[in-house]
């Protein structure tokens, strides 16, 4: 079974400063995705960027950028120039075409963003 | 407005009385499914359904239920909740059942069973 980790239960950050949340799974796929999702205080789940296993090249979005490690099973999220907004929960999540598009999630990191 | 609308948000109730969670999409998505949520697992899937009629078990399905009349709507059904149930729930839908497909979340219900 697939299993995601999240090793970091609470982080913070300063104000336009970066941090980086962990994540690390396990599979016997090849073919797989990885998402990292933010969930505010309004509970709402927002996809903040998404991986597929296939490609080498981390994908970016805006101030947010993965670090895909494949052969270590990692994927860690960076927010460069953080700001209050970006004060969540985030889960790192996995999806495999085996499973019935079900997404494995970790537990979750809450980012606490001071002023 | 594309969305997933969930129905109630917030429900308390007591053990043993039945109740239903309606989930509606209007993106014309194939796909929907349920998930719970609880401190410091994450969200688990409880089930899943790839169309209309087909519905099947996610990680977590032992005491609800569900059905897939329509293609925009895919309630939970709590036969007969426990304290076990309380959580937050989400509906989610996505446009096929592919992995590659981003998945669209409702804003969530929270439950709590007394």
């Known amino acids: 079974a697939q299993t995601v980790t999240q090793s970091q239960p609470e982080m913070s950050v300063q104000e336009a400063e970066t941090v980086t949340l962990s994540c690390t799974y396990d599979t016997s796929e090849s073919d797989y995705y990885l998402f990292w999702y933010k969930q505010p205080p309004s509970r709402q789940m927002i996809l903040v960027i998404r991986q597929e296993a296939y490609k080498q090249q981390n994908a970016t979005e805006n101030r947010f950028s993965v670090n895909f490690q494949k052969a270590a099973k990692s994927f860690s999220l960076k927010i460069s120039d953080s700001q209050l907004g970006d004060a969540a929960m985030y889960f790192c999540a996995y999806n495999t075409n085996n499973a019935g598009n079900m997404l494995t999630f970790g537990g979750g990191t809450r980012l606490m963003v001071k002023p | ?114």
Request: with cysteine; glycine share 8%; proline share 6%.
């Open chain 2, 1 to 114: 407005e594309a969305q997933v609308t969930q129905n109630p948000r917030y429900l308390i109730t007591v053990t043993g009385k039945k109740l239903t969670v309606t989930c509606s999409q209007n993106m014309n998505h194939e796909y929907m499914s349920w998930y719970r949520q609880d401190p410091g697992l994450g969200l688990r899937q409880i089930y899943y359904s790839m169309n209309v009629e087909v519905t099947d078990k996610g990680d977590v399905p032992e005491g609800y239920k569900v059905s897939r009349k329509e293609k925009r709507n895919f309630p939970l059904i709590l036969e007969s909740p426990s304290p076990n149930q309380t959580s937050l729930y989400f509906c989610a839908s996505s446009l096929l059942s592919g992995s590659s497909y981003e998945q669209y979340f409702g804003p969530g219900t929270r439950l709590t069973v007394t």
